[in-house]
């Protein structure tokens, strides 16, 4: 699997490959242009909404924000784990 060979009093997690690596940071960095763009638009929408109740736009805000924070069960944690 391209693991490098390391002495015994290394850091036993696994040697990444900069291919990997990259692939790691692409994630994160879509997790978090996807995030934040819906944080944007969300409060666009309770701006432009006045007659609707704002917590339904921004309960789910809240959980996107939580997201990008890397609150457990979110892709901002799932981002967190494959660096």
Known sequence: MGLAPRPDNADPRPAWSDFTRG???LWIAAH???AKGALFLAIGVVAATRAAPPW???F???VLALGMGGFP???GALAKLRT
Do not use: E, S, Y
């Open 23 to 25: 692939r790691a940071l």
């Open 73 to 75: 069960l979110t892709g």
């Open 60 to 62: 789910p805000a809240t």
């Open 56 to 58: 339904l736009v921004l």
């Open 32 to 34: 978090h242009i996807l």
